[in-house]
């Protein structure tokens, strides 16, 4: 008998052995339109501190070199904290959901984005470069914005669940470039995550299940990752050891990713040959694991193929249901 | 320990505000302003393996160029005209169509920290603005081109070869950015490959004493 997507996702996610390694375009019913009011438009344009964000292929970033602040000392002056109440996440959650019947909710998960976490926010306001010095220059002012935004990630998040009743948070928070920490573990532990971990268990504590979005090689935190009860990876990106991480984690951590974002099958225009080898590839050298969820990256002009749709995604699909079965 | 020394340490400990007073008490000692210059490139050097090699991070190295742009403040007024420890100048920027430059700030500060004088073009530069900054800038010895994202590949390539089939000469071009590769530098004809920023410093000087 074949399980539906939310049967086999329960049976991973308390380490037993799926039916069939998921595929994120199937696996979940991805809600991402309230984030978009409370964290960062995804057309771009400004966000409700003020922050201007711009439109590219790959996603929308800060516009470049324009910073609110370059001492984090100064936060207080800057930040205005936006009114939750007034941002609107009951009716994305009313527009997203109006077509999700409770027949449809018994099948399929609901995830829900939380983009530009406790780092990237930062980043937003100051450019990368002040917000990396900030972290050894000053890490008492830190300390309290990250405590400060925690508050209102909080808040956002808590109005989420009461709005969506997700049963995954999917929290983007950027920390790693392709060859590392972008800080030292050590900087991460000290000055960012007493305040990860209070959103996790903000998350955990509602019994939502947390998915951490870290892209580049941020293996050197899973094991903090996993200590704080976050439950799904997603993203992994091939630069870390994701087989050792399956093997070493399963029954506590799935890996969600796998895709070589590098690659020629991540190239602009790869042809569907591409696709379907790495499709494979990643059956073969993950989904076999138990405990792994693709996550195809194809870019096409329009951007990325998860946000706009792409005419080789139905060939990847019947591939994928025809290698992922465990 | 001599001033120098300390300017040394310093720059490498990335404690901005302590290197301006060294340098200045290491030009008050008699040292030689370019010796000064020379020992925080140094520095920088042995930043940049550090950084290489996993032992120290980004916010480090950050501080550490930083710490160096204010020892080099110090040294410029006395420097002016003496171009006997530059290697030139460097043309920076993202390639058309990426809007992302933190690895292309970080990669500046550090070829900066090598000697180069330079000129950042910024982010989503067209391919013929690259030839007209080479024109608009005296000794242009290497265009350094960035491109972050997988979808910006083809315009790193265009960057490129727009670059070497304008005629004009003396200078080396260097790529880099997460999906760049040495086999994919090797395709589009680049001249050199860096992997992270403390390489491209490196990349950088070795290209341009090649010249």
Sequence with gaps: ?326 | MAKIEEVKAMVEAGKAKLVPGLVQEALDEGSAAKDILQAMVGSMGVVGDKFSTGEIFVPEMLMAAKAMAKGVDVLKPLMAGDTSNSLGTCIIGTVAGDLHDIGKNLVSMMIESAGFTMVDLGVDVAHEKWVEAIKENQNVTLVACSGLLTTTMPSLKEAVQTVKASGLTGFKVLVGGAPVTQQFADEINADGFAPDAGSAAVKASELVKSL
């Design chain 1, 1 to 326: 008998m074949t399980l539906t997507q939310r049967e086999n996702f329960e049976i991973m996610l308390n380490g037993g052995k799926p039916e069939f390694a998921p595929l994120l375009y199937e696996l979940y019913k991805v809600c991402m339109l309230a984030t978009n009011n409370t964290d960062q438009p995804w057309q771009g344009g400004k966000d409700p501190f003020g922050v201007n964000w711009v439109a590219t292929a790959e996603g929308v970033i800060p516009e470049s070199g324009k910073i609110l602040f370059d001492d984090i000392a100064d936060w207080k002056e800057y930040v205005k904290f936006p009114d939750v109440d007034s941002l609107g996440i009951e009716q994305m959650a009313q527009i997203e959901l109006a077509d999700f019947t409770d027949e449809k909710r018994k099948e399929q998960p609901v995830a829900v984005f939380n983009a530009c976490g406790l780092f990237e926010r930062m980043a937003a306001f100051m450019g990368f470069e002040n917000t990396l010095c900030a972290l050894i220059e000053d890490p008492d002012s830190c300390h309290e914005f990250f405590a400060a935004m925690a508050d209102y990630k909080i808040a956002c998040i808590n109005r989420y669940i009461d709005a969506y009743k997700p049963d995954v948070i999917i929290y983007f928070d950027d920390l790693a470039t392709a060859r590392g920490m972008f800080m030292s573990p050590k900087t991460y532990r000290e000055v960012i995550k007493p305040y990860h971990k209070r959103i996790v268990e903000a998350v955990t504590s509602r019994g939502v299940i947390f998915n951490q979005h870290t892209c580049g090689k941020c293996e050197d935190i899973i094991e903090d990752y996993v200590e704080m009860g976050i439950k799904i990876w997603d993203a992994a990106q091939v630069c870390n050891d994701l087989e050792g991480i399956l093997t070493k984690y399963h029954g506590r951590l799935i890996v969600e990713g796998g895709w070589d974002t590098s690659g020629p099958a991540s190239y602009m225009g790869a042809p569907v040959e591409a696709i379907i080898e790495e499709t494979k590839r990643c059956a073969e050298q993950y989904g076999k694991k138990g405990n792994f969820i693709l996550f195809p990256v194809l870019m096409n002009e329009k951007g990325h193929a998860f946000m706009t749709g792409d005419e080789r995604i139905p060939a990847l699909i019947m591939t994928w249901n025809q290698v992922n079965k465990l």
